[in-house]
């Protein structure tokens, strides 16, 4: 069943939008526009790879079908986590521990990316350092400690444990047996942060389109793209294309379309709590995840409210009373705040791949032609700071490939 990607009701009563300045909407893509790199959504993943690669010196055009951030990018829990989605055991398996080691590397890497961005594009998203994972159950905290174990052996990086009897200390709810915390993680607005990239990007000379969707292309030696806005239709030559469209690309790169699937997930953000109250809840103010497989994410906001994720759906159909539900959700983990709204609640979907590990590739624009099609996809619900490092590997990638005619 196609994503029903029309309503915009679950965008519209999200905190992030509530909270995040826009500025005017940016103009479409009209006529026929010529740059060397055509980029496909202006979520993290599209706008990372933009930057980099203005950076770098090349001409770069994102084309957004409706506005920056509008997917997950500006939806999501605001919850930047060391790790991939997937456990490192599976990219020890296909790839050795070499690659393994060098694949978690590469998500702290991330992090801090983040923290480098924030500081040098002077974005301000609320950052707050600091996640906490907490098991729900004695199994489940014996089975968190054996794997921060594991990291702590192969990959060094360190995790404080937290022991049952301290709980308490770390979160105000009976629910959790134990947990580990990571300093270097933490949270933000997600919103403000893709934003914030958005401008950094154009500031590098990106040129970026809203409310221009690209509608198919032709491949070759260079990529031609058909785009569809409200003033008309228009056309994009490109010497190479990136694809970072996610879950929407749909009908777009086919064969892309079977290696993720669409999965719903949701939040809820409570009214505004007095900041003492707020704080006795999650006193490290850290972001925080469940260990069950469908998992609870929350974290505190810098205004004070709980915002709380949770649930999936493998419907492709919006949830009905979803901020009631939601709202059960976060009252099984903090009964105490049965006398507060939520204000907010919003969903979007995350591109899941079979074994959650992220999908980044290459392909030919043509049958039997140049392999100049980059794509990002696949980050699992886990691809708020690994996006980033997604970018400038693929800007990498391609300034490591000289262009046809000068090598
Ligand atoms: C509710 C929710 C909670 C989440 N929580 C977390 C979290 O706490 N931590 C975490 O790490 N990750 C989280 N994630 C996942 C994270 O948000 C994503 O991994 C990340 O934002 C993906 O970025 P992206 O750039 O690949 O895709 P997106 O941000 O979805 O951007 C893709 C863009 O491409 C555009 N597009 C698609 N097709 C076309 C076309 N044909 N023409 C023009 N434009 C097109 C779309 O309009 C869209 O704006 C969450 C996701 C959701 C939905």
């Known amino acids: 069943m196609p994503l029903d990607t029309t309503s915009d009701s679950l965008t519209r009563d999200s905190y992030y939008e509530a909270t995040a300045c826009r500025g005017p909407q940016r103009p479409g893509l009209q006529g026929a526009q010529h740059c060397d790199v055509a980029v496909v959504g202006a979520g993290l993943a599209g706008l990372s ?68 961005r924030l500081t040098r594009h002077h974005i301000d998203a609320d950052w707050q350092g600091g996640y906490l994972g907490l098991a729900t159950s004695a199994r489940k905290g014996a089975e968190l400690a054996r794997w921060a174990d594991t990291i702590e052996a192969r990959y060094s990086y360190p995790l404080q444990r937290i022991a049952p009897a301290e709980v308490p200390q770390w979160i105000e709810s009976g629910r959790f047996h134990s947990g580990i915390h990571d300093p270097r993680s933490g ?33 070759g030696a260079s990529v031609t793209l058909q785009t569809q806005s409200a003033t ?102 903090f009964p105490q705040l049965r006398d507060v709204a939520v204000k907010y609640a919003w969903g979007g979907y995350v591109d899941i ?16 032609g140049p392999d100049n099609v980059y794509y990002l996809q696949g980050f699992s619900g886990h691809g708020l700071a690994l996006t980033g490092m997604a970018g400038r590997l693929v800007a990498e990638a391609m300034d490591g490939w000289a262009w046809p005619g000068t090598d």
């Open 49 to 116: 790879a933009a930057l980099e690669l203005a950076q770098r010196g090349y001409r770069v055009a994102v084309l957004e079908a409706r506005q920056v951030g509008w997917g997950a990018s500006g939806r999501n829990g605001g919850q930047a986590i060391h790790g991939l989605a997937c456990d490192p055991s599976i990219i020890e398996q296909q790839l050795g521990a070499d690659a393994a080691k060098l694949a978690w590397d590469i998500t702290i890497e991330a992090l801090d990316l983040i923290q480098q």
């Open 187 to 219: 949270h933000l607005h997600p919103l403000r942060y893709t934003l914030g990239l958005a401008q950094a990007a154009e500031s590098a000379g990106v040129q970026l389109y809203e409310g221009t969707t690209v509608t198919g292309w032709q491949g």
């Open 232 to 333: 008309g239709g228009g056309t994009l030559h490109a010497k190479r294309l990136l694809l970072a469209g996610n879950v929407y690309l749909q009908g777009l790169a086919p064969q892309l379309r079977s290696r993720i699937m669409p999965v719903g997930t949701y939040i809820a953000c409570s009214d505004v709590l007095d900041e003492r109250r707020c704080r006795a809840l999650i006193p490290s103010r850290s972001a925080v995840c469940d260990t069950n497989f469908v998992l609870d994410y929350f974290r505190p906001t810098a205004d004070h409210r709980m915002l709380y994720g949770g649930r999936v759906s493998y419907s492709t159909v919006s949830p009905m009373n979803l901020a009631a539900s939601m709202r059960q959700r976060m009252l099984a983990t």
């Open 353 to 368: 791949t079979m074994n959650r590990a992220p999908d980044f590739g290459r392909l030919p624009s043509s049958p039997g």
